[in-house]
C-alpha cells in the first residue's frame, strides 16, 4: 500500500484497489526487475508526498519523467541537486527571471522548495525506462493523474494550473470548477518556448490570482 504521509492517503486509499492500478503495479514490479526505471521507486509519488491536498496552490503538469541517469526525483522538471538543469528547466527559469525577477540560474534544478510551497509538480506518467521518453505512455498512469486533478478541481479553495504544451492541455478537460484558474501556453522546451512560453507571465498571474483570493503568493526561487 503506497503511503503519502498526508490527506492523499485517505483522498487516494481506493484507487489503489481500481483494476486498472492493480494492472499497471503488476507492470511496475516487471519494469523494475528487469530494466532501469526513472525515478527510483521510492521516489515515484514524491508530487503527492510533499505537496498535501489542502496545501497546494498551483499545479505544474509535466509529461513523463527524465529518462537520465540521475535525473527523475518524482517532481516534474526538476532534477536532484548536482546535475545540470535540463532545456526546459533551464527555459522555466528564464522564464521567472523575466517575469518576477527572481535569479534562479546557476544554482542548480531541484524544486523541491517548491513543492512544499503548495506547487504540486505532477507529471502526467510518473515512470519511465532508462533512455526511452514515453515508454510507460498507455500503461495506467494517465488515469491515476486524471483521477488526482479530478480530486483537485473539487476542491473549494482555488489553485492554479499550469498546463504547458499539448500534453499537459489534456488535463484542462477535466478542471470545470470555476473556483480555479488555468494557464495554458507552448512548452518550456527549446523546440517550441519560443511559441509562446517566452512571455506568458504565468508565474507573476498565478501569485496575482492567489492574492486575490486571500492565499499567500509563491516563491519562486530555489535555495
Not at 483522498?11 to 530494466?35: P, S
Not at 491536498?53 to 498551483?58: G, Q
Not at 503538469?61 to 526538476?78: E, K, M, R, T
Request: charged share 25%.
Amino acid at each position: 500500500m503506497v503511503e503519502f504521509g498526508n490527506d492523499w492517503d485517505e483522498l487516494l486509499k481506493d484507487e489503489f484497489k481500481k483494476d486498472y492500478y492493480l494492472r499497471l503495479r503488476q507492470f511496475l514490479i516487471q519494469e523494475y526487475r528487469t530494466r532501469r526505471i526513472f525515478p527510483g521507486m521510492y521516489d515515484i509519488f514524491n508530487a503527492l508526498k510533499y505537496t498535501s491536498y489542502e496545501d497546494v496552490k498551483a499545479v505544474i503538469i509535466g509529461q513523463d519523467p527524465y529518462h537520465g541517469v540521475g535525473q527523475a526525483h518524482g517532481l516534474c522538471f526538476s532534477v536532484k541537486k548536482g546535475v545540470a538543469p535540463p532545456p526546459s528547466l533551464v527555459n522555466i527559469f528564464k522564464e521567472i527571471k523575466s517575469d518576477v525577477g527572481i535569479d534562479n540560474t546557476g544554482k542548480h534544478g531541484e524544486l523541491t522548495k517548491w513543492a512544499k510551497n503548495g506547487v504540486l509538480l505532477l507529471n502526467n506518467v510518473l515512470t519511465v525506462r532508462e533512455g526511452c521518453p514515453n515508454s510507460h505512455k498507455g500503461m495506467g498512469w494517465e488515469q491515476f493523474t486524471d483521477d488526482v486533478i479530478s480530486l483537485l478541481n473539487l476542491r473549494e479553495k482555488p489553485m492554479v494550473f499550469l498546463l504547458w504544451g499539448a500534453n499537459a492541455r489534456t488535463k484542462a478537460r477535466l478542471v470545470t470548477n470555476p473556483a480555479h484558474l488555468i494557464l495554458t501556453c507552448a512548452h518550456p522546451s527549446p523546440l517550441s518556448a519560443y511559441n509562446g512560453f517566452f512571455g506568458c507571465k504565468h508565474f507573476s498571474k498565478a501569485n496575482e490570482f492567489l492574492k486575490a483570493n486571500n492565499m499567500e503568493e509563491i516563491d519562486w526561487s530555489i535555495d
